[in-house]
Structure formats: C-alpha cells, structure tokens
C-alpha cells in the first residue's frame, strides 16, 4: 500500500505542476486578447474605407485593371493561409490549414494551379511534412503583427497579381484566415481578395448609402495602381489582427479547459490516495491488533 501511496503523491505532484503553467499560459492569452481586439478595432475602419474608394474608382471608371477586373479564363490561382507559430491552441491551426485545403481542391476542380502561400509555422510545417509546395512562407509574427509585417507578405502577392500568368502570375489571389467572432467563436474563412468583386465590395456602404462621386487625376488606372498595394496590406493587415486575436481566443479556452481538466485528475488522485492511505491504516491496525490478540493468546497458553 505504501508504494501505491507514493505513486498517487508523484502523480498529484506533477499535474499540480502542470496546472499552474497552464493557469498562467490561459491568463496571458486572456490579457493579450484584449490588445489584439484594440488593434482589429482600429483597422477594419481603414480597410473598410480603402475597399468604398476602390469600389468608387472601379464603378466610376472603365477601366480594366487586376484589382476589380477578372480574367475571361483564370488558370492560376494564389491562396495565402494564415496559421500560428505556437501550439496549445486547441484545434485553431487545424482548422484553418482544413478550410484552406477546401478552398485548394475547389480552385483545382475548376481547372486552376493552386499556388499557396504560408503564415505561421504550424502551416509550414503542415505543408512540409506532406510534401506540399510553398510558393513562399513566413514565420515569427502571428502572435503580435505589425503592418509591417503586413507589408513583407503582401509584397510577393502583389508582384503575383500584376505579373503575367506565363510568366509565373496569378488570375486570383486568395486569403484563409480565422475570423474573431467573440471570445467562444473563432470562425474559419475562405476571402477573394483580388479580382474584387464589385457585389461584395458595395456591402461595405450603410444600406441605402450612395457613393460619393470622384474625378481621377491623372487617370483612374493610375489610382488603382496606387490603391492595388494599399488596398492588399490593409487586407493582409486586417486578416493577421483577426487570426491573432482568433489564436488568443482559441489558447484561452484551451488553456482553461486543460487547467479545469487538471483540478478533476487532481481530485480524483487525492481520493485515491486517501482511500490508499485509509487502507494501509486499516491494514496497519489489524496487524496490530492481531499481534496483540496472538500474544495474548499465547500467554493465556503459558498459564
């Protein structure tokens, strides 16, 4: 009974140990969520109104441009996925990596080449266990991203769609990410980023809002051009605050139920240690008393 007694102590020791990194990974993830949801704040607006001026050039003008104009016949496709460089996060990556494989067999069912694009290391480490080409990838930031940061994935994206297709560009460019919800749901999203569809685009406005109208110095290709890159940050930018937020949210909760998962084992473990340790003091007694009632008998014996 004694070694027993000792297991379930280890036992307890050790998840005891656990629970508290895990209590304080859940409590950092909470503080850190509410810095991330500040920043989603701050920079949907600006997005918002980058895709109202795209709309207004695009409605404004005939212009044919990669930005809001879309191939007769689209042969190649770009699909970025966002994902986290961090585990412990319950099924956040995952998630994201199955709505872009979606996305991916949808896109080669039309007859597209699928070229992918990777945030995050566990997508990278996805797509290389498997074997799976990487136009480019980036690591060391989805946690906390800047514009910055915005800016380096946007850049090849951006030389992707204006290229031309022979020569190793795209007809579409696409974004996986996971959208922040609240603090229970983080949802999986599959965006077209370019062509932008003028549909969607005209969701942005309140209902019943017209557009302002606008006269274009020099020429609204030029505008578009200026607004190609603007427009692809601020997206990528916006996608990155929403994944991040997403990972927190999704650790958080992770975290939590590891932590709550922890208090249950540890008083399962205590009650099995007691019930053990009743029985070795059970046991402990009943040598005892029946060494006593042995002597007893074997004086009554001499007698």
Do not use: C
Not at 189 to 195: S, T
């Amino acid at each position: 009974m004694g070694a027993q007694l000792r297991v379930y102590k280890r036992r307890i020791k050790s998840v005891t140990a656990t629970k508290k990194i895990t209590k304080a990974m859940e409590m950092i993830a909470a503080s850190r969520i509410v810095k991330a949801q500040r920043k989603v704040a701050a920079s949907t607006p600006y997005a918002t109104e980058l895709t109202r001026a795209v709309t207004a050039v695009a409605t404004g003008s005939n212009t044919t441009h990669p930005l809001t104009t879309e191939t007769d016949s689209p042969t190649r496709a770009a699909v970025l996925l966002l994902t986290s460089d961090r585990g412990l996060a319950g099924g956040y990556s995952s998630n994201a990596i199955k709505a872009a494989d979606q996305l991916t067999e949808r896109l080669r069912g039309e007859g597209k080449e699928v070229d992918s694009y990777i945030v995050g290391r566990k997508g990278v480490a996805y797509y290389g266990f498997r074997e799976r080409k990487v136009a480019e990838s980036w690591t060391g930031f989805t946690d906390s991203p800047s514009y910055a940061d915005a800016k380096k994935v946007a850049a090849p994206l951006i030389e992707a769609i204006t290229a031309d297709t022979a020569a190793g560009g795209v007809d579409e460019l696409h974004i996986v990410f996971t959208e922040f919800v609240s603090m229970m749901t983080q949802t999986p999203v599959q965006n077209r980023m370019l062509p932008l569809s003028l549909d969607q685009a005209e969701e942005a406005p309140a209902k019943g809002e017209i557009l302002p109208l606008f006269e274009f110095e020099p020429s609204a290709e030029d505008v578009l051009d200026a607004l190609l890159p603007r427009y692809v940050e601020s997206r990528v930018y916006n996608a990155l605050l929403q994944a991040a937020a997403s990972e927190h949210a999704a650790r958080r909760r992770a975290m939590k139920s590891a932590t709550d998962n922890a208090g249950d084992l540890i008083n399962s473990l205590s009650r099995l240690a007691n019930a053990a340790r009743q029985a070795e003091i059970t046991q402990e007694i009943s040598e005892i008393v029946g060494g006593s009632a042995a002597l007893a008998d074997a004086a009554g014996s001499d007698k």
